[in-house]
């Protein structure tokens, strides 16, 4: 009933030539987007040049933007000017912005509503710390990021969300989580969104686990009930691999 998005998260990786090698290498591979999405998000340097190249069934992402359409923030980059140059998708509120450059719950709010506002499809990143699972805190962390992140959105938003459920201690480490708990979690944040908003719109909504995807953990991933898909970082770079993972999600 979902159908699996797979996302590739470039983070800061990657010059003009290889991402244009990237797209030329991946853009008649990919499956029908009938079937997945398969979307890359690239550095904004890069967008528009991938933009005009990418073929029909894959989509361009963004890995950030600002809540305002336009202003005095230098070095921002607005939805108004990522939707004038094609770009469909952007990530919000990934850990690393949120760890390293101040993204707190309420900015990720105030884009989240500005994505949706200006017709782009965000992809919202959750997820806790090693210190909250160890503490056993996990559900009281994404259950907070959620109320806050969430609010205001209407149900016709939820059913086109994206949710990466993101835990930060599997990201780039190696460490994914297990299938097991990375259902649980994806179970529990679908649940939430069914009290937040109602059961029909959180059926829809579509959630991706994130953390050290690779070719060997994939199947076993989207095989859970309540993963739709995958977003990868490392393993994304490469354009086989990201060929393979688009190919895994047909399985779904
Ligand atoms: P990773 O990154 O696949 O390299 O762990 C995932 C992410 O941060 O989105």
Redesign the pocket.
Known sequence: MRKPIIAG?W?MHKTRDESLQFIYSVNEQVPSIDEVDSVICAPFVFLRSLVKRQGENLRIGAQNMHFSENGAFTGEVSPTMLKSIGVTYVIIG???RRAMYNETDETVNKKLISAFNHGLNPIL?VGENLEQREQGLTEEVIGNQLRINLHGLTFNNIENLVI?Y?PIW????GKTATSDVAEETCKFIRNTVAELFNEEVAQKMRIQY????KLNNIDELLAQPNIDGA??????LDPHDFIKFTYAALKK
Do not use: F, P
């Open positions: 998260n983070k990934h850990s690393e990143c990466a993101e599997a990201i780039g480490t994130g953390g050290s995807v977003l990868i970082g490392g393993a994304s």
